[in-house]
């Protein structure tokens, strides 16, 4: 490629790292938006900056916990099996619109159905190692963990302790009904709005896991993350994607049916399915068939557990079309593979 061909190139690489700085900022300029995105920041407390962490160790282990937030796969790869981080879901470090994680510490302890359990903070990063970032979490009690409660608590040093609710953190799933999705609709919106960033394949970008992190296939997040339930990928997506005008959508200005299509459509693609052996929320099981023991799962589970096979959902032929559909999505790609194979 010669130096005029490299230069439509450099151009793209420098407006994917310009507005993967920019990011929401873009946001707010936008008149059209139906679901406000920088607004809902508007009562949460000022978060500290980085440079004014305290001195000495408690500083180092802030900074820390900051850098394993960020770049969660590169800085602690014997505990992550994709190439996601936290920061691919909880936006600015956790400070930004979406999952916003300022003041998380006061909602915990806290009952998880999931688990069947009460729970506290360390819990709920164990099940995001193990599932959205398709890994082996690290001990509870492990330097990593105690690094990123510190950075965790230090952004949020400013929220008062008896805080009753974080009102800059609105609920993420969809609600009530859910439309029959149009996955040829979902294609043509991710082929429009989405593959720019994370891929015409879904792979992710290779800017990192911030910029258009991967959407399906094996760096991307297992079906036991919460972001393999239609319901909560498709309130992600009508929340706060896409970051930046992208194929005639602004952000915040998909219908509730665009974002049921696009959801549905990168759920429908493969992806782990299975826990990593010393994933420590999966409760010793090679799947996730454990979880919600108390039959308390949402309508749209990703798959199939326990308390669904005992009553014999998974040979319902009227079964809603979002329960269990990213694990009959991967079945049902795994048989067409096996039948094109057999077929050869």
Not at 48 to 65: A, C, H, N, T, Y
Not at 124 to 129: K, M, V, Y
Not at 242 to 259: D, V
Request: net charge neutral.
């Amino acid at each position: 490629m010669g130096k005029l061909g490299k230069i439509p190139l450099y151009l793209g690489i420098a407006l994917v790292l310009i507005f993967g700085y920019v990011g929401w900022k873009a946001i707010a300029e936008n008149p059209h938006q139906t679901v406000p995105v920088l607004s809902q920041l508007d009562t949460m407390p000022k978060v500290p900056s980085l440079k004014d962490v305290p001195p000495g160790e408690k500083g180092e282990s802030i900074k820390r916990g900051y850098e394993y937030f960020v770049n969660t796969a590169v800085a602690l790869p014997e505990h992550v099996g994709n190439k996601l981080s936290c920061a691919s879901c909880h936006a600015d470090g956790g400070t930004g619109p979406s999952l916003n994680l300022v003041g998380i510490q006061t909602v915990f302890p806290q009952y998880n159905s999931r688990s069947g359990t009460d729970i506290v903070l360390e819990d709920r990063i164990q099940q995001c190692f193990d599932r959205s970032m398709s890994g082996a979490s690290p001990a509870k009690d492990s330097q990593i963990m105690k690094d990123m409660v510190a950075y965790l608590e230090y952004i949020s040093e400013n929220v008062p302790k008896d805080l009753e609710k974080r009102t800059w953190v609105p609920k993420l799933a969809l609600g009530g009904p859910l439309p029959t999705p149009n996955l040829a609709n979902g294609e043509k919106l991710f082929s429009q709005s989405c593959a720019a960033c994370h891929g015409v394949n879904g792979e992710g970008s290779q800017y990192g896991p911030t910029v258009g992190p991967a959407l399906w296939g094996p760096d991307s997040f297992n079906i036991g993350a919460g972001m393999a339930r239609v319901r909560t990928a498709a309130g992600y997506i009508q929340k706060y994607m896409p970051k930046m005008t992208m194929g005639y959508r602004a952000p915040g200005t998909l219908s509730t049916q665009e974002a049921v299509d696009l959801a549905a459509y990168i759920l429908s693609h493969p992806r782990p399915d299975r826990p990593q052996p010393n994933a420590a929320t999966a409760n010793g099981e090679d799947s996730w068939v454990n979880d919600y023991p108390k039959g308390e799962q949402p309508d749209d589970i990703a798959y199939f557990n326990k308390a669904l096979l005992e009553i014999g959902a998974d040979k319902d032929p009227n079964l809603p079309w979002y329960t269990a559909y990213a694990q009959r999505a991967i079945e049902a790609y795994k048989a067409k593979e096996a039948k094109e194979a057999a077929n050869k």
